[in-house]
């Protein structure tokens, strides 16, 4: 993918957007890669394409009954023909339009078009991907990192306390919103969310002994394909963390399988090999963050987010405590 920031497709006034990437081919061979100018489905004007990945499109657009600036994720045709894609897509949208938080990206609709085009409609925000503002400003503070720890921890929280675990958390899933206020994080794409619920249906999407995830960041229990609760999310949460602040992963391997098998059997580097800078203890909190067996992890995000907190400076922390509450 282009390392080239872009707007992403999520709630509030943003859009929640994959990194762009180029395929002039496949845009004239597949219809959803193709409608800038074009009115989807009676209701939005679609104004102008803003990212694209693997399986979907990302549109700025017009709500035309509102006038409200929206993004409008519209899903490949080849993947929309895919049932088990296609319940995934419907469950993230369900979850979503259930989730109700500042540093959550809410979903307002699911379609499909008369042509069969699959969509999801979100605010659109302003801002781009954690994983683009890591390539762009490379190593971050404690006062720049913390903050946006904290704010998707209450993210996060929100949704464990409706026994909802995101199961895919990384830079790519965090949106970086900037208004009149600063910047915040928010969390989005509950595509391999879980409800912490006995559901046959559920359990063909998402169940026991089946990896989903993005290897660099999933937990020890993921890998095993065990039962995930929020520890899990911790976990990624934890990794995650320790690249916003050294730029690099807490564990080395050439190949997915490599690093798969290293957070197995093995130790995360240490955060003040590549941050000297950084307070020990830090360092201390990003490794209990990381820690193989989920009993002796964090128990909870908040309890993680209150870890983070010592690290900074009391005004900071107390402000920022106020967002857990």
Do not use: W
């Not at 969509?119 to 946006?148: C, I, K, T």
């Not at 995830?213 to 937990?219: C, D, N």
């Amino acid at each position: 993918m282009s390392p080239t920031p872009t707007p992403p497709s999520s709630s509030g006034s943003s859009t929640v957007v994959g990194r762009a990437i180029r395929k002039p081919a496949a845009d004239a061979i597949d219809p959803a890669g193709a409608l800038s100018n074009e009115i989807l489905d009676g209701r939005y004007r679609i104004l102008r394409k803003v990212g694209e990945g693997g399986m979907a499109y990302v549109y700025e657009a017009s709500e035309l009954s509102s006038g409200q600036s929206v993004a409008v994720k519209v899903i490949s045709p080849k993947l929309s023909k895919d049932d088990t894609t296609v319940e995934r897509l419907r469950r993230e949208a369900g979850l979503a339009m259930r989730l109700n938080h500042p540093y959550v990206c809410s979903i307002t609709r699911l379609g499909q078009t008369e042509d069969g085009l699959i969509y999801v409609v979100m605010p659109f925000m302003n801002g781009e991907l954690l994983s683009d503002y890591e390539f762009r400003v490379g190593q971050m503070s404690l006062e720049l990192a913390v903050p946006f720890l904290t704010q998707i921890c209450a993210g996060l929280h929100h949704a464990h306390e409706m026994q909802i675990v995101h199961r895919d958390l990384k830079p790519e899933n965090i949106f970086v919103v900037k208004d009149g206020s600063g910047e915040k994080a928010v969390v989005m794409d509950f595509g391999l969310a879980k409800e912490n619920r006995a559901d046959s249906g559920l359990s063909k999407l998402t169940g026991t002994g089946i990896i989903l995830g993005t290897p660099e960041f999933m937990s020890p229990e993921q890998i095993r394909g065990q039962k995930l609760d929020a520890r899990s999310d911790v976990y990624a949460l934890g990794v995650m963390a320790f690249e916003m602040f050294t730029a690099k992963l807490p564990f080395e391997g050439d190949t997915a399988q490599a690093l798969m098998i290293a957070r197995l059997r093995g130790t995360p580097i240490p955060l003040r090999q590549y941050r000297p800078d950084l307070p020990e203890e830090l360092g201390k909190i990003l490794d209990n963050s990381m820690v193989s067996d989920p009993n002796t992890r964090y128990q909870t995000v908040l309890e993680f987010a209150e870890a983070l907190l010592q690290t900074v400076p009391a005004p900071l922390a107390t402000r920022l405590r106020g967002l857990l509450s």
